[in-house]
């Protein structure tokens, strides 16, 4: 029973494909023959696709609730009426023309070639046997004899019947698409493509895919020679261009299967993302596709009619409306070329003009519902004289298809031949005996081969492949419903004179989509990862699907897709969205920042602090706690004290090489001198208490004034390791463009590290040493020592810079440099404050101690 319904449903379906008046006019046509036959001196054998018939399959399945008369109702589908007029117009033009073929007719004798497997040999069969009844290896009408065979849209058919016409050696020149497979000089001898190889197809069908970024493609391709072929082509370009195929359906060629069976049925609703079909097959199996898959219960798509033969699509979806609404918003390739003479030819046919030869006499049944003299048909009356395509301008023969310009283009290809070849053999002399006896059909082979002339129309006609052709596609949109009969409406064209010379042009504002959606559709299997990420492919899924991940730190992607992030340049920082690069700016610690003006503002303070307190030594020199602390070393421990808030500065503001160089060097030495300073004073201090005491050594030692070599020497040995660290690495300037991602931060390199931490580390030593050395100067009477004072200052200085070291790694940047200036200012204020600060504190607040008397007091009261 679920057979029984689905027969029945397609039998409904199927019957709006035929006219009430095919099925009318039918009894009309009980004794026709199936070949019509136009007498004359040269004959051509023709095999057309005139119509199709399906019922075979209705009559191999019949069902006790189906009613036989049912069956019986369905006639044969008639189309493809253009053919056969191009066909007659070239024959008539040929004729009339005086210098192609004088004295010499061309006739023919024509049949209809079926599309089915079963009976594709039938027509071929009638014609070598001469019968309307085909019988084998028996020619029973000699008269009918051609010397060459017009056949062939389809390459299945052209190979069938060339097997067959090569064992008499008879030429067939096939009008259909080209077909790389028909080429094969060993396999098909005797037959010739009249189409030129289309190699532009699918390169155009690829543009337009890559114009509106479809890359999620289904493929709906006829399963036949040429549909594997375009197939594979367009795979390979698909493959090219990123393009990926989200389902691959082939159309059965044999109706009758399959629509008996589930083959073909395609789930459109499961693919939803694939908004954009690509569909190559005639017109028949369109319209079986659509009735097999239900397709009008599917989400409406964009359809890709790819097949240039795609003809009388318009004349199919005008008798059908519920296809041209699905199909609304799709394209169609097409290639529009003109019969120069045509037009007028076709406008002044007649219904009178063939009288007798069932094909036209169908043709105007079929679109003027009236009999032609002498058929009359009880169902239509006689045809009026007036009667003529000129006055039905909306009946689809009159727009010119592409086989029909390759039959015009057969037959004369025939005819030039002909006419070479009758040039050679009879001198053209009298042709009263030219017939097709004195011709065979073996005698065309060598003149076919090199044939080449330019037709009416200007193009150059030859059976070369490999010619160069400029093709040109036009895209049409459908409109779905107009005001007009035709709803096929050119917004583009794809041109391709060579593989490097192609163009696609596009009208986007003429372009109608489908009513569900708003904009250009999307087909896409995944969306497109825009600037600033990168899209990672996935394994085991197509290119097309993917994820995308915002781009890492310091890297950009400034296009839709980008398969990887790029690295912005060094002087140069992306911005947050990782789609552009900003051009650093250059900073360094200066005296506009807020750090390295309070640095600055800090140094300063210090340095006139530190200058304040020398000119109170200087001028309290005479008092007896200067006199008591060695003023000239105070004197030498303050200067060289205002020299290290000094050199701070130069660690601020602009690096260059010379102030880089000189950072360390001042650095270096100030912070000696005020070190082996301290040093000396503490020295000082012990030896003074220690002279005091019997014994001459110690005593000896005050008097000599060893303690004041301290001071040079220590100078000297650091001015040795300063110049083997200038010598070998010296400090240089550094563009640091890492440690920030919007700003270059002009830095001093300290060049060697080693050397930069060997000066460290002496400054080390000799602030270890002087801290010792007070430390254990620290209970000597308190009148004339200041070796606590000493102590404290040590205590601090090495406090500050233990702790730099670590601080100073952790740091980057000008930071770094601002915890060096920091480590300076703080070390050297805390051997100001503790050293000299008392002091000052006893001359300027309590001078009543700062006298000689106070001081032996002082030292009688202990």
Known sequence: MVLFKATVDHYEIIESLFTLGEMDHQRCFDYWKPSTYMKADIILGAFVPIYITIEGFYKSHIFFEIKPDILDNFPERWKNHQYLLAFYFAIEEINKDVHLLPNVTLGFHLYNAFNSHRRILEGPLMWLSGRSEFIPNYKCKTQHKALGIIAGTRPEFSAAIGTLLDLYKVPQVTYGTFDSMLSDRDTFPSLYQMSPKDTALTKGVTSLLLHFGWKWIGLIVSDDLKGKEFLSDLKAEMVSEDICVAFTEKLQSNWKFQIISDVGLVNLIKHTQANVHVFYGDIDALVFFCMQNEIMKSIRKVWIMAKSHLVYLESVFYENNYLKDFFEGSFSFSKKRDIPGFKPFL??????????????NKFWIDNFYCSPPPLLCVHHKPCPLNTSLKRKQEINVMTTSEPSVSIWNAVYAVAHTLHKMLLRTTGMGSHEDTNQDSLLPWQLHPFLRKIQFTNAAGDQICFDENKNLVEKYDIQNFMGHTNHYSFLVKVGEFVSRSPQDQGLFINEVMIKWPSNFNQTPQSVCTQSCGPGFWKILEDERPICCFSCMLCPESYISNQTDQQECIPCPLQEYPNPERNKCFLKSVTFLSFEDSLGKALACTALC?????????????????????????????????????????CSFLFIGHPSTASCILQ???????????????????????????????????????????????????????????????????????????????HIIILCNKGSLTAFYCVLGYLGILA????????????????????????????????????????????????MVAVEVFSILTSSAGLLGCIFFPKCYIILVKPDENSLKYLKNKIQSR
């Open 606 to 646: 210090f340095s006139i602090s530190t200058a304040v307190v020398l000119g109170i030594f200087l001028k309290h020199q005479d008092s007896p706690i200067v006199k008591a602390n060695n003023r000239t070393l105070s004197f030498i421990l303050l200067i060289s004290l205002l020299l290290c808030f000094l």
């Open 768 to 815: 270890l040493g002087s801290f010792t050395l007070a430390f254990l100067a620290r209970n000597l009477p308190d009148t004339f020592n200041e070796a606590k004072f000493l102590t404290f200052s040590m205590l601090v200085f090495c406090s500050v810079w233990v702790t730099f070291l670590p601080v100073y790694h952790s740091t980057k940047d000008k930071a």
């Open 347 to 360: 406008e002044a046919l007649t219904p009178s003009q063939y009288p007798g030869e069932l094909y036209f």
């Open 664 to 742: 360390q060097i001042a650095f270096s030495l100030v912070f000696t001198l005020a070190l082996s300073t301290v040093l000396a004073k503490t020295i000082t201090v012990i030896l003074a208490f220690r002279a005091l005491k019997p014994g001459r050594t110690m005593r000896r030692l005050l008097v000599s004034g060893i303690h004041n070599s301290v001071i040079p020497i220590c100078v000297l040995i650091q001015l040795i390791l300063l110049g083997v660290w200038l010598g070998t690495s010296p400090p240089y300037i550094e563009a640091d463009a890492h440690s920030e991602q919007s």
